[in-house]
């Protein structure tokens, strides 16, 4: 290593410091049919294949035990990684569950971080199969990879989306980032005034949204009923902005979607406007919603065009023309993805 030259992580961010890791990292198995790029891998020979995804939660960098009960936080923490099965279209069969624990923690506190994880295992239809269980001196860490099946055919990548296809995204947008304003600030209040109790019954569409999301899961079993294979498929962790940017990227295509088609929940939309925020930047940049954010050919359009909770945002333009956000006004801006600033 250059001794002379030290970089800081925060000059490439989350995404620019993944594509330096990937840029040297070839596969050599033809087992490894896709590799480091999309929200899983997926592996295997013939028709019949699986996907593994893995992600890492830290006490302080994603959730804060002060107002995250530890039976939602297990299961979050399976239902995120269930999310990423579904970003490829496929089904969730097993996990593995790996915890550092500093000693803050009891027995009854794992135990019940450990119904929150199987929960989720029952809710998702997963078998808990492996993992492994440490001490941590940097708070409490759970690492969860996931495992699918998917046949070849049926995996939606984020490289399939087409110009003029539909894009489409399942629920409402921004609620968890509002949320976590929303339990943020009631913690602050909790810290200045103990005697003073969070004020949370106000908002339980947005807070629950940040502490127990679910994995959309139901959309994929009824694509698969249905015989759907979206053209390309991302969820959304870091938020729509940022989702698109990966579509765009990886399928060299540009967006356009319209503002009066964005989905955003009321209370959401209320919330915002008592925080002083914009509700469409939110539902933009807020992270953490693990929605469904898909493209489709529009001769499948008929088949979801009533569904009621899958929303047409938008269509797929050539990559020249960029990505835009047409607002109610009708003026054309171009979107900026943000993500979510670890470093
Ligand atoms: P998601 O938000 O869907 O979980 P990420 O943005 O975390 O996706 O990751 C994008 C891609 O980069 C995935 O294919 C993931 O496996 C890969 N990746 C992330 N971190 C690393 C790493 N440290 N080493 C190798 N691959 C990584
Ligand atoms: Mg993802």
Redesign the pocket.
């Known amino acids: 290593m250059d001794k002379e030259k030290r970089t800081e992580i925060s000059n490439l961010g989350?995404?620019g410091l993944?594509d330096m890791?990937?840029e040297d990292?070839k596969t050599n198995h033809s087992s490894s049919i896709k590799?480091?790029?999309?929200?899983?891998?997926v592996i295997g020979e013939g028709d019949d294949l699986r996907v593994v995804?893995?992600?890492l939660l830290l006490e302080g960098v994603h959730f804060d035990l002060s107002f995250t009960p530890l039976k939602h936080l297990g299961f979050k923490a399976v239902a995120v990684n269930v999310s990423?099965v579904a970003?490829m279209n496929a089904i969730p069969t097993q996990v593995t569950v790996g915890i550092g624990l500093s000693s803050r923690f009891s027995v009854e506190a794992v135990k019940e971080l450990y119904e929150g994880i199987k929960l989720a295992a029952t809710h998702y239809n997963v078998d808990i199969v492996g993992g492994d269980t440490t001490s941590s001196r940097a708070g409490l860490v759970i690492s969860i990879t996931a495992i699918g099946e998917v046949k070849k055919s049926a995996i939606s990548y984020r490289s399939g989306a087409k110009v003029n296809d539909i894009i489409c995204a399942t629920g409402d947008l921004g609620a968890a980032f509002i949320g976590l304003q929303i339990l943020e600030r009631e913690k602050q209040v909790f810290l200045s005034n103990p005697n003073m109790q969070p004020d949370l019954e106000k908002y339980p569409y947005i807070t629950g949204r940040q502490l127990k999301p679910d994995a959309r899961m139901d959309i994929i079993h009824e694509f698969k009923e249905m015989g759907l294979v979206p053209t390309s498929m991302?969820?959304v962790?870091?938020g729509l902005a940022s989702e698109l940017f990966h579509i765009c990227k990886a399928s060299d295509v540009g967006v356009a979607i319209y503002e009066d088609k964005l989905p955003i929940d009321k209370q959401t939309f209320d919330t915002a406007v008592e925080l002083n925020l914009d509700p469409i930047t939110c539902v933009l940049n807020g992270g953490e919603d693990y929605e469904l954010l898909f493209t489709i050919n529009q001769d499948d359009f008929k088949k979801l065009e009533k569904h009621p909770d899958i929303h047409f945002i938008g269509h797929v333009t050539e990559k020249d023309s960029g990505k835009y956000l047409v607002t109610k006004s009708g003026t054309a801006v171009e979107l900026k993805a943000q993500g979510w600033v670890h470093f």
Do not use: K, Q, R, Y
Request: proline share 0%; no cysteine; hydrophobic share 40%.
């Open positions: 989350e995404f993944i890791i990937s990292i590799g480091i790029g999309d929200d899983a891998a995804t893995t992600d990423d970003a991302i969820d962790s870091d």
